[in-house]
């Protein structure tokens, strides 16, 4: 989960982590950069991502970095203010975009569609 709002990305990963009883192993960051750190270093299936964050790497530079580098794994957008960068997310190649606040249900419907 990469969000740079640290309340939202708690709510995420307590939501992953109840939902899936701790069947899936997760990693959180706050920015872009953090991110791009993480996946160099482990293997992921999924990255949610925020499209509004501080620094460098941004949501939309992100969703690219993770296309060209490390096409297999899948992506999932959200913001709460830019619908524009939700349409541009997808067409960058995101499966799925999600504006804030989440709906749960939703969310976790498009994660198992997703990782299964």
């Known amino acids: ?32 950069s953090e991110a791009v750190q993480l996946l160099s270093k482990l293997s992921y299936d999924l990255v949610i991502t925020d499209l509004v964050m501080p620094g460098k790497i941004e949501g939309i530079q992100l969703i690219r970095t993770v296309i060209e580098e490390y096409p297999l794994i899948r992506i999932i957008a959200i913001s709460g203010s830019k619908p524009y960068y939700l349409y541009m997310a997808k067409k960058l190649g995101a499966e799925a975009v999600f504006t804030k606040p989440l709906v749960n249900e939703k969310i976790i419907e498009i994660i198992n569609y997703l990782l299964n």
């Open 1 to 32: 989960m990469v969000e740079d709002n640290r309340l939202e990305r708690k709510l995420v990963m307590n939501l992953l982590q109840k939902h899936f009883n701790n069947d899936i192993i997760t990693d959180e960051a706050s920015t872009g």
